[in-house]
Protein backbone atom coordinates (compact mmCIF):
# COMPACT_ATOMS: atom_id res chain seq x y z
CA UNK A 1 0.00 0.00 0.00
CA UNK A 2 1.19 3.44 -0.60
CA UNK A 3 0.15 6.60 1.30
CA UNK A 4 0.19 9.81 1.00
CA UNK A 5 -0.70 13.12 3.03
CA UNK A 6 -1.10 15.89 0.97
CA UNK A 7 -1.56 19.61 2.65
CA UNK A 8 -4.08 21.36 0.10
CA UNK A 9 -5.83 23.95 -0.31
CA UNK A 10 -6.01 24.49 3.54
CA UNK A 11 -6.87 20.73 3.95
CA UNK A 12 -5.71 17.13 4.56
CA UNK A 13 -6.34 15.05 2.16
CA UNK A 14 -4.94 11.40 2.80
CA UNK A 15 -4.35 9.42 -0.48
CA UNK A 16 -4.20 5.33 -0.20
CA UNK A 17 -3.31 3.10 -3.13
CA UNK A 18 -3.88 -0.49 -2.34
CA UNK A 19 -3.58 -3.43 -5.10
CA UNK A 20 -4.39 -6.87 -4.70
CA UNK A 21 -2.44 -9.67 -3.66
CA UNK A 22 -1.58 -12.18 -6.17
CA UNK A 23 -3.63 -15.70 -6.20
CA UNK A 24 -6.39 -14.82 -5.58
CA UNK A 25 -9.37 -14.15 -7.68
CA UNK A 26 -10.50 -10.43 -8.56
CA UNK A 27 -13.78 -10.57 -6.27
CA UNK A 28 -11.22 -11.49 -3.38
CA UNK A 29 -8.26 -9.39 -3.94
CA UNK A 30 -10.87 -5.86 -4.00
CA UNK A 31 -12.38 -7.77 -0.65
CA UNK A 32 -8.92 -7.82 0.74
CA UNK A 33 -7.99 -4.26 -0.57
CA UNK A 34 -10.65 -2.49 1.35
CA UNK A 35 -10.29 -4.63 4.34
CA UNK A 36 -6.50 -3.17 4.42
CA UNK A 37 -7.61 0.34 3.48
CA UNK A 38 -10.41 0.48 6.13
CA UNK A 39 -7.59 -0.72 8.70
CA UNK A 40 -5.29 2.10 7.41
CA UNK A 41 -8.22 4.96 7.80
CA UNK A 42 -8.46 3.82 11.27
CA UNK A 43 -4.81 4.27 12.44
CA UNK A 44 -4.89 7.54 11.40
CA UNK A 45 -8.34 8.32 13.36
CA UNK A 46 -10.96 8.38 10.00
CA UNK A 47 -13.19 6.03 8.39
CA UNK A 48 -14.85 5.52 5.19
CA UNK A 49 -16.86 7.67 6.28
CA UNK A 50 -14.52 10.57 5.37
CA UNK A 51 -14.06 9.01 1.65
CA UNK A 52 -14.71 11.49 -0.90
CA UNK A 53 -13.38 9.77 -4.22
CA UNK A 54 -12.49 5.60 -5.15
CA UNK A 55 -10.78 4.83 -8.19
CA UNK A 56 -11.01 1.28 -9.39
CA UNK A 57 -8.05 -0.54 -11.44
CA UNK A 58 -8.38 -3.70 -13.46
CA UNK A 59 -5.84 -5.34 -15.66
CA UNK A 60 -9.16 -6.26 -18.20
CA UNK A 61 -12.54 -5.91 -18.53
CA UNK A 62 -14.01 -8.99 -16.12
CA UNK A 63 -11.84 -7.88 -13.20
CA UNK A 64 -12.78 -4.70 -13.83
CA UNK A 65 -16.62 -5.86 -13.28
CA UNK A 66 -15.99 -8.41 -10.53
CA UNK A 67 -13.82 -5.08 -8.64
CA UNK A 68 -17.24 -2.95 -9.46
CA UNK A 69 -19.79 -5.25 -7.81
CA UNK A 70 -17.12 -5.46 -4.61
CA UNK A 71 -16.73 -2.01 -4.22
CA UNK A 72 -20.17 -1.55 -4.55
CA UNK A 73 -21.43 -3.66 -1.59
CA UNK A 74 -18.90 -1.14 0.31
CA UNK A 75 -19.60 2.34 -1.26
CA UNK A 76 -22.59 2.19 1.00
CA UNK A 77 -24.53 4.98 3.78
CA UNK A 78 -21.36 7.43 4.93
CA UNK A 79 -18.91 5.74 2.66
CA UNK A 80 -20.21 6.68 -0.20
CA UNK A 81 -17.86 8.39 -2.39
CA UNK A 82 -17.66 9.60 -5.99
CA UNK A 83 -16.59 6.62 -8.38
CA UNK A 84 -14.65 5.73 -11.38
CA UNK A 85 -13.02 2.81 -12.83
CA UNK A 86 -10.05 2.33 -15.45
CA UNK A 87 -8.69 -1.08 -17.44
CA UNK A 88 -4.94 -0.16 -17.73
CA UNK A 89 -2.42 -3.01 -16.96
CA UNK A 90 0.37 -1.05 -16.63
CA UNK A 91 -1.22 0.71 -14.21
CA UNK A 92 0.30 -2.12 -11.64
CA UNK A 93 3.50 -2.74 -10.17
CA UNK A 94 2.80 -6.56 -9.07
CA UNK A 95 0.70 -9.31 -10.65
CA UNK A 96 -2.44 -8.23 -9.10
CA UNK A 97 -5.85 -8.01 -10.96
CA UNK A 98 -7.32 -4.69 -9.32
CA UNK A 99 -6.42 -2.15 -7.57
CA UNK A 100 -8.14 0.82 -5.99
CA UNK A 101 -6.86 4.81 -5.03
CA UNK A 102 -8.87 6.04 -2.19
CA UNK A 103 -9.10 9.83 -1.49
CA UNK A 104 -10.54 11.02 2.01
CA UNK A 105 -10.32 14.22 3.32
CA UNK A 106 -9.59 15.16 7.17
CA UNK A 107 -12.49 17.57 7.66
CA UNK A 108 -12.37 21.46 9.60
CA UNK A 109 -15.19 19.62 12.33
CA UNK A 110 -15.61 16.30 13.48
CA UNK A 111 -19.29 16.85 13.41
CA UNK A 112 -19.45 17.68 9.23
CA UNK A 113 -21.11 15.46 7.15
CA UNK A 114 -21.29 14.85 3.45
CA UNK A 115 -24.21 15.33 1.33
CA UNK A 116 -24.66 13.01 -1.28
CA UNK A 117 -26.61 13.64 -4.42
CA UNK A 118 -27.87 11.12 -6.50
CA UNK A 119 -27.91 11.00 -10.69
CA UNK A 120 -32.04 11.07 -11.80
CA UNK A 121 -32.68 8.50 -12.29
CA UNK A 122 -30.96 7.53 -9.26
CA UNK A 123 -28.39 4.36 -10.16
CA UNK A 124 -24.93 3.32 -8.78
CA UNK A 125 -22.56 5.98 -8.98
CA UNK A 126 -24.12 9.46 -7.20
CA UNK A 127 -23.14 12.25 -9.40
CA UNK A 128 -21.71 14.51 -6.82
CA UNK A 129 -21.18 15.06 -2.87
CA UNK A 130 -20.39 17.95 -1.04
CA UNK A 131 -18.61 17.58 2.01
CA UNK A 132 -16.37 20.40 3.76
CA UNK A 133 -17.32 22.99 1.13
CA UNK A 134 -15.80 20.71 -1.37
CA UNK A 135 -17.60 19.64 -4.15
CA UNK A 136 -16.26 16.35 -6.15
CA UNK A 137 -17.59 14.88 -8.83
CA UNK A 138 -17.98 11.50 -9.94
CA UNK A 139 -15.99 10.65 -12.99
CA UNK A 140 -18.39 11.53 -15.82
CA UNK A 141 -18.92 9.61 -19.49
CA UNK A 142 -20.70 9.00 -22.30
CA UNK A 143 -20.81 6.24 -25.34
CA UNK A 144 -20.28 8.61 -28.41
CA UNK A 145 -18.91 7.71 -31.53
CA UNK A 146 -15.75 10.08 -30.90
CA UNK A 147 -13.73 11.87 -28.56
CA UNK A 148 -14.63 15.40 -29.85
CA UNK A 149 -18.50 14.43 -29.37
CA UNK A 150 -17.97 12.98 -26.15
CA UNK A 151 -16.26 15.56 -24.37
CA UNK A 152 -19.23 18.03 -26.28
CA UNK A 153 -21.50 15.88 -23.77
CA UNK A 154 -19.55 15.66 -21.08
CA UNK A 155 -18.79 19.34 -20.39
CA UNK A 156 -21.32 21.15 -20.80
CA UNK A 157 -22.90 18.49 -18.78
CA UNK A 158 -20.36 18.76 -16.34
CA UNK A 159 -20.77 22.90 -16.37
CA UNK A 160 -24.71 22.47 -15.41
CA UNK A 161 -23.74 19.84 -12.67
CA UNK A 162 -21.45 22.57 -11.00
CA UNK A 163 -24.22 25.13 -11.26
CA UNK A 164 -26.56 22.74 -9.93
CA UNK A 165 -23.81 22.70 -7.22
CA UNK A 166 -23.55 26.20 -6.46
CA UNK A 167 -20.16 25.88 -7.66
CA UNK A 168 -19.08 26.82 -11.00
CA UNK A 169 -15.41 26.12 -13.10
CA UNK A 170 -13.70 29.12 -11.94
CA UNK A 171 -14.12 27.41 -8.48
CA UNK A 172 -12.87 23.93 -9.96
CA UNK A 173 -9.29 23.35 -8.16
CA UNK A 174 -8.55 19.80 -9.59
CA UNK A 175 -9.36 18.12 -12.99
CA UNK A 176 -8.36 14.34 -14.09
CA UNK A 177 -9.06 13.13 -17.54
CA UNK A 178 -8.32 9.56 -18.12
CA UNK A 179 -7.77 9.25 -22.13
CA UNK A 180 -7.97 6.05 -24.23
CA UNK A 181 -4.65 5.77 -25.33
CA UNK A 182 -5.36 5.88 -28.59
CA UNK A 183 -6.49 9.63 -28.65
CA UNK A 184 -4.05 12.22 -28.84
CA UNK A 185 -3.85 14.85 -25.90
CA UNK A 186 -3.45 17.46 -27.85
CA UNK A 187 -7.25 17.00 -29.48
CA UNK A 188 -8.23 16.61 -25.73
CA UNK A 189 -6.86 19.59 -24.74
CA UNK A 190 -8.28 21.55 -27.68
CA UNK A 191 -11.74 20.61 -26.46
CA UNK A 192 -11.15 20.94 -23.24
CA UNK A 193 -10.40 24.47 -24.01
CA UNK A 194 -13.18 25.29 -26.37
CA UNK A 195 -15.71 24.72 -23.36
CA UNK A 196 -13.78 25.79 -20.37
CA UNK A 197 -12.17 29.49 -20.03
CA UNK A 198 -11.58 29.33 -16.89
CA UNK A 199 -7.62 27.89 -16.38
CA UNK A 200 -7.76 25.02 -13.52
CA UNK A 201 -5.12 25.14 -11.12
CA UNK A 202 -4.09 21.48 -11.51
CA UNK A 203 -4.73 19.12 -14.38
CA UNK A 204 -3.63 15.49 -15.00
CA UNK A 205 -3.89 13.42 -18.01
CA UNK A 206 -3.70 10.07 -17.73
CA UNK A 207 -3.58 7.29 -20.26
CA UNK A 208 -5.85 4.17 -19.92
CA UNK A 209 -6.91 0.96 -21.87
CA UNK A 210 -10.64 0.87 -21.08
CA UNK A 211 -13.40 2.23 -18.91
CA UNK A 212 -16.73 0.69 -17.45
CA UNK A 213 -18.28 0.45 -21.34
CA UNK A 214 -16.67 -0.55 -24.44
CA UNK A 215 -17.03 2.84 -26.71
CA UNK A 216 -15.97 5.24 -24.35
CA UNK A 217 -12.81 7.14 -24.91
CA UNK A 218 -12.53 9.93 -22.15
CA UNK A 219 -13.84 9.91 -18.09
CA UNK A 220 -13.66 13.27 -16.04
CA UNK A 221 -13.06 14.17 -12.84
CA UNK A 222 -13.34 17.40 -10.89
CA UNK A 223 -12.71 18.82 -7.72
CA UNK A 224 -14.22 22.43 -7.22
CA UNK A 225 -14.98 24.10 -4.04
CA UNK A 226 -18.09 26.28 -3.32
CA UNK A 227 -18.77 29.63 -3.81
Excluded at 136 to 155: F, N, R, S, Y
Aim: hydrophobic share 40%.
Amino acid sequence: MRKKILKWEKREFVLLSCEGKNGRSATEEMQDIFRRLDEELRKMELSPANTIRTRLWAIDRESRDMGSAVRAENNTGKARAATSSYIAPVHFASDARVGLDLIALRPSRPTLEKVIVENSPPRRPINYLIYDSLVVLAGKTVVLPTLDEQLDEILPRITAILRDAGTAWDKVIHVSGYLHRSQPVDAFMARFNKWVKTPVPRMEIVLVDGYSAEGKLIEVEVTAELT
